[in-house]
């Protein structure tokens, strides 16, 4: 069984930064792909950004230019530097992990207010 433990969230003003981790129990070269995902209250949960083993990152047109995901081999942990954030990217974000199946974190809550 994978477990993904995500980290780093909080609260923040508008303009400010966070970077997400999320730790894998097992090597993340085992995974197809790795990506971040979040849930604002009444929404479905969408794509934030994602990479693939292959090496393709791809992100949601509303935080293209602003969030980058990256990952550490040695560490099997993947991570999402935000900036300039806006009240709107205030969500709950859940790590991805994709094998012969999908595994989940527990989410870690992003707030942007003033």
């Known amino acids: 069984q994978v477990q993904l433990v995500e980290s780093g969230g909080g609260l923040v003003q508008p303009g400010g930064s966070l970077r997400l981790s999320c730790a894998a129990s097992?090597?993340?070269?085992?995974?197809?792909?790795m990506g971040w995902y979040r849930q604002a209250p009444g929404k479905q949960r969408e794509v934030v950004a994602t990479?693939?083993?292959?090496?393709?990152?791809d992100y949601a047109d509303s935080v293209k230019g602003r969030f980058t995901i990256s990952r550490d081999n040695a560490k099997d942990t993947v991570y999402l530097q935000m900036d300039r954030l806006k009240p709107e990217d205030t969500a709950v974000y859940y790590c991805?992990?994709?094998?012969?199946?999908?595994?989940w974190g527990q989410g870690t809550q992003v707030t942007v207010s003033s």
């Open positions: 991805l992990a994709k094998s012969l199946r999908d595994y």
């Open positions: 097992r090597s993340i070269f085992s995974f197809t792909g």
């Open positions: 990479y693939t083993k292959g090496g393709r990152t």
